[in-house]
Nanobody, 127 residues
Framework: QVQLVESGGGLVQAGGSLRLSCAGP????????MGWFRQAPGKEREFVSA????????YYADSAKGRFTISRDNAKNTVYLQMNSLKPEDTAVYYC????????????????????WGQGTQVTVSS
């Protein structure tokens, strides 16, 4: 069982930045794909970004391109989501997810291929 622990959420003004972290203690992610999803109140959970651990290939939703950056730290077994130029519509609970597969373009945005999920961290962007 892989336990994912998110941190870094909080309240920020529009235009500000936050960095989310997702730690998976005691487990190597070498063959995994790590993703970030978010769920706003009254809306379905949606894909934000992902990184394939083996080759660091990254994926972004259109809403995240140019503002968010996903990265990984091999030594710390941690994935980060740097979020800049935040907007009120970015307000949501952000979830870290791990897939045991190196996902491609089609599956990486789907929830089904992800085997493990964190508890979520709240991000609130005020206008």
């Amino acid at each position: 069982q892989v336990q994912l622990v998110e941190s870094g959420g909080g309240l920020v003004q529009a235009g500000g930045s936050l960095r989310l972290s997702c730690a998976g203690p005691g487990r190597t992610f070498s063959s995994y794909t790590m993703g970030w999803f978010r769920q706003a109140p009254g809306k379905e959970r949606e894909f934000v970004s992902a990184i394939r651990w083996s080759d660091a290939r990254t994926y972004y939703a259109d809403s995240a391109k140019g503002r968010f950056t996903i990265s990984r730290d091999n030594a710390k077994n941690t994935v980060y989501l740097q979020m800049n130029s935040l907007k009120p519509e970015d307000t949501a609970v952000y979830y870290c997810a791990a897939s045991t597969w190196a996902l491609g373009d089609v599956r990486v945005v789907q929830e089904g291929p992800y085997d493990y999920w964190g508890q979520g961290t709240q991000v609130t962007v005020s206008s």
